[in-house]
């Protein structure tokens, strides 16, 4: 089975790497002057926030023949393969933000690392976890 | 199918700074024996320990942690919600510990352990007693088991005088104090100092002038480190039934492990200073991110491994290092303790001239160097490495004035083979290897086609030939 990001899911790391810029913006405005932290942050949202979209078209994570196979990114596509006897944990996390737009980050714990996993949706980091980890539902 | 909630001690850490913040007026105050001023100030504080319980009992409400179809799930969260699910198959140790501060409230710390990972090392989950008893039950079973290692008598005073980590106590005692000083605002160290220097005064009487401080510190801490390896060795047992090995112990903190025996990466034997004068070693185990320095699983006597084996056959009949000293670099082994001794030695044959009230501390620390030169033509003579057919390694290597000697039983490692140009055309080279507890060991001056055999059918990869270093 294949899981792919929503459009949605993408909002979430774009909101959060738009929350980041106006950050980075608002420091630069305490130590300096306010025209920098405009172009800070108007250079945050425009090279930052576009880039969840870009990489939710190439992004796929399939579970078969025993491995986890995770291909994303943009300009620079990078394949991530785990095998599922390997995977010690998976971890769920579900913000107010992430639960309006029905968007969960995945962390996947193996022998050999982790994997995030950012906008997936509810219903497919369910099912992916039970791929991967098995077992009962969440108590 | 096991379901608790975590212990509200468990948020502690989240809380612990606020807490410190309004305790210490208090403590302050409560010393300078002040009772209004510790009333006022615990007022003071009331709102934001009031909020911090606050937090606590919402975080304790809304936790979950729950057993089922081979998984460990825990859940819990105020505004980030956080669910984590651990496949119980990937757990190779987990550790039941009550420690004095918890007992009190009923609690007790469990730690799971897993048979690789980086990210993912250990986990601690602060449970109900009961519960977090039951979790480790349903973890890992265990029957009724025969303790086949119980130290009692003079054995006991050995196995505690092994386990014994002097650096490690003092350390921690030194940070201890710092704190406690930093807390309350008296210099505990110095009032220590002060004891010490009684103590130091009375050794005077035995010992020449510049040793008796020196002498007295060190007999402090070894004293302080004896006492805290004594009682946390109280009544420690080891056994085994199955596949899973129990070792139980401790006075005031009560720690139970429980240990995979098929997911043990290594079993290490540790040859210190103080291990060759009671003529016993004792036995660490490594169980994946499972590591324990604090405690060894049981201790040998010299030439006598039948506890050993009757506790762990698969460690039996072990490959024993090859070892070719001859074509070693005796400059390898040496270099640091001799040029150390020489350089003493030299300051010593000085100090007697010109200043002989710090000879006999540098004689001390000279015999300590001559020492490291002892263990390093040991380590010529005895450092080195092997497999055999049932793919088990067995290492000797040595480190400062201690020996270890090491059965690697897993493939799930880094091995290296490293050779600088002089040792490569001389045939030789260094091994080392990080196991998936992330320990690295070193062992030198090997011959280059053994270690690369080593490196080859060690690991699931192969090594490339003919490069200065190889990462397999």
Known sequence: MTYTVSLRGALLPALWLAGCSAAAGFVVWLLWSPGPALAVTLAGLLLLVPLPFLRRRRF???VADGALCVTSGYFLQVTH?????GVTGVLRLVTPLGRLLNATTLVVFSTGGALTLVGLTRADAVALRKALAGGEPSP | MSRARLHPLHFFNYIQYAVVLC???VVQELLDWDFPGAWAALWQGFAILAGCLLLTVVLWRTSRVALAGGVLSVAGGLVLWRTAFYRTATISAVELRRPLWLAPFGAAELFLFFTGGTRLRRIKLVLPHGKAAEFTRALLPLGPTRAAFAPAGMGRLHFALLSANVAATSFFALSAANRISQLIGEDVGALALGGLQHAGQLLALFLPAGLSLLAAVVLFFFVLSLVASWLRTFRFSAGRFGDILVCRGGLLS???????VPCITAATLKTSPLARLLRRRPL???AGTFAPTDLPLLMVQRGNLQTLYQLLPELADPPVPACEPRRKSPGQYLWRPGSLSLLLAALLAVAQRTLPG???????LLALALAGVACGVEALLKEGAAMDARGRMALCYTRALTRYDLLLLTKDCTISVFATPPAQLAGRCNLRVRTPSR????????PLPLAQTLAAAGCRGGTRPNTQREEV
């Open chain 1, 60 to 62: 796929a994570a399939t």
């Open chain 1, 81 to 85: 393969t785990l095998p599922v006897a």
């Open chain 2, 23 to 25: 305790a210490v007026p």
């Open chain 2, 254 to 260: 009560r720690t139970e492990r429980r240990i995979r």
């Open chain 2, 284 to 286: 660490y185990l490594q």
């Open chain 2, 358 to 364: 710090i000879a006999p501390l540098l004689g001390v």
């Open chain 2, 439 to 446: 320990k690295t060991l070193l062992v030198r001056s090997l």
